[in-house]
């Protein structure tokens, strides 16, 4: 079993940032992949960003793409995501989730294995 704790949420003014982190434990962390997923009030989970198992390749949602930055620490099981120019669009419970296997498609939630409980980030505008 894989344990996720997620943390560093807030309220932020429109422009703002904010960097999660989601502290792993209960297997290697190198053995996984990490992404990043949120959901709106009243809308679907979605995906936001992933990160390889060795940090050498990370992807993106066109809507964050250019703002946000997804890495991996794995001397200390944490993800980060650093969010930067934050918009009121981007209000949402993030999640951080975990995947043991290898995708056929990173965007889909039903590819990750483990789930954390979610942080609350919410942009004032």
């Known amino acids: 079993q894989v344990q996720l704790v997620e943390s560093g949420g807030g309220l932020v003014q429109a422009g703002g940032s904010l960097r999660l982190s989601c502290a792993a434990s209960?297997?290697?962390?190198?053995?996984?992949?990490m992404g990043w997923f949120r959901q709106a009030p009243g809308k679907e989970r979605v995906f936001v960003a992933r990160?390889?198992?060795?940090?050498?390749?990370?992807y993106y949602a066109d809507s964050v793409k250019g703002r946000f930055t997804i890495s991996r620490d794995n001397a200390k099981n944490t993800v980060y995501l650093q969010m930067n120019s934050l918009k009121s669009e981007d209000t949402a419970v993030y999640y951080c989730?975990?995947?043991?296997?290898?995708?056929?498609?990173?965007?889909?939630?039903?590819?990750?294995?483990?789930w954390g409980q979610g942080t609350q980030v919410t942009v004032s505008s």
């Open positions: 209960g297997r290697t962390f190198s053995d996984l992949a």
């Open positions: 989730a975990a995947d043991v296997g290898y995708y056929r498609d990173y965007t889909d939630q039903s590819e990750y294995d483990y």
């Open positions: 990160i390889r198992r060795s940090g050498s390749r990370t």
